[in-house]
């Protein structure tokens, strides 16, 4: 359940105000049961349950924000804003099975309530009608939560021996904190030639602090996510989009970022210096797109999209973090549209790529050189037709 309310003036003056309140409460259920036919009878055991964790987390947050905005020029506007939060969650846990040694067990994680404040500023000066360049601050986070009770004893059946080769206990990876940033951005925003082109760019910096990272237990197969130091982020975004004649329309958009920890964190491998996991220094993402009228009412299209994602390391293995290589993705589109439908034939994935997406950390041991990790979809075609509903 989400709900939301706000207030949005409309003043004659220079100054402009927002309010409102945010209240959201969830369930998050989830139930494993893994039976394999026989264990029980071949191995003397009570039963053929190789594992079973059935768990609930259960969250709540309210909130106030509101902003002022202020005109200090007719092209010159200034606004700050802050947001007032509180989240309570809970957790509960059922486990049994093989892994658990076949006792049955509730686990009832202690609750957890977090509160404070994220502010926000902007200032924002229009050059002219067409070329607007901005400054900003903001704070921002992501709450914490609780990790699943993790089996006890040696591996491959327990965890100990992973938990003591990270230097953690379990007791400290039983929850783990919010994560929070500081964002500062300087940036514009602009059109030109009679508004056929738009060119959009950005600085920014951000300081981000008790780092959310998965922690992968190798030896007895869990996952888990705790709480890695500190980082700083710095880069730039560009994006361009246009029409040179009126049936041509192009875009591109590159990102570029280096990421780096500044404060290692307890249990995480990654020394200050060394960049942040799962984040590519260089994007690229670009479209061209021609259409032509074929008759009074229908035009027919072709579109071509390539994105480029540069390489970063992965959190797969605790000892040696895995390079994750770049790769290439461009799809093609084909087809004819009018006011209300459009068909057309698509290819995804044209070259066949099996990118490296990202990590997936399951409940089984890794075997050395075949970790897991998510791939993207191969080749595939197809057909698909639209309709706009007016």
């Known amino acids: 359940f989400v709900q939301e309310l706000r207030f949005a003036s409309s003043f004659s003056g220079p100054v402009q105000t927002i309010l409102g ?13 893994w039976n394999t036919p026989g264990f029980g ?10 594992l079973a964790f059935i768990d609930s987390r259960e969250a709540t947050e309210e909130a106030i924000f509101g902003d002022v905005s202020y005109d200090i020029l007719p092209n010159l506007k200034a606004t700050a804003g ?55 601050g903001a704070k921002g986070f992501r709450e914490g939560g609780n990790n699943i009770a993790l089996p006890a004893g040696q591996p491959p059946i327990g965890c100990d021996q992973d938990l003591a080769n990270a230097g953690l206990s379990a007791s400290q990876v039983a929850s783990f904190k ?31 602090k008790n780092i959310q990272q998965q922690i992968s237990l190798p030896l007895c197969g869990y996952g888990i996510t705790g709480n890695s130091g500190a980082a700083r982020s710095s880069g730039f975004e560009l994006e361009m989009s246009g029409r040179p004649i009126p049936e041509l329309t192009l875009g591109l ?7 780096r920890i500044t404060q290692q964190g307890a249990g995480s491998p990654q020394t200050v210096g060394s960049p942040v996991y799962d984040v590519p220094q260089i994007t690229v993402a670009s479209n061209v797109e021609y259409e032509r009228n074929l008759t009074a009412d229908w035009s027919g299209f072709t579109r071509l999209d390539y994105n480029h994602v540069s390489g970063s390391y992965t959190t797969n293995t605790q000892a040696t973090p895995l390079y994750r290589p770049a790769y290439n ?18 290819v995804k994935n044209i070259t066949n790529e099996h990118a490296n997406l990202a990590d997936a950390v399951q409940i089984g041991a890794e075997i050395p050189g075949q970790p897991h990790y998510v791939v993207n979809k191969p080749l595939t075609a197809g057909v698909e037709g639209r309709v706009r509903f007016k």
């Open 41 to 50: 009878s071949t191995t003397g055991s009570p039963s053929d349950l190789i």
């Open 82 to 136: 802050v947001r007032w939060f509180r989240d309570i969650a809970t957790f509960h846990q059922f486990t049994d099975g093989a892994f658990y040694g076949f006792n049955p067990t509730t686990y009832l994680a202690p609750s957890t309530t977090e509160s404070g404040f994220t502010p926000r500023y902007l200032l924002e000066y229009k050059v002219t009608p067409d070329v607007l360049v901005y400054a900003s």
């Open 329 to 346: 993705i461009a799809d093609i589109r084909l087809g004819g549209r009018n006011g209300r439908y459009e068909l057309a034939l698509f």
């Open 178 to 208: 919010s994560d929070d940033l500081w964002s500062y951005e300087l940036g514009f925003k602009s059109s030109f030639a009679d508004h056929r082109f738009t060119l959009n760019g950005a600085g920014f910096v951000i300081d981000w």
């Open 21 to 33: 309140g945010f209240y959201s409460n969830s369930t998050r259920p989830r139930d494993y049961e």
């Open 253 to 259: 958009g590159v990102g570029y970022t280096d990421a």
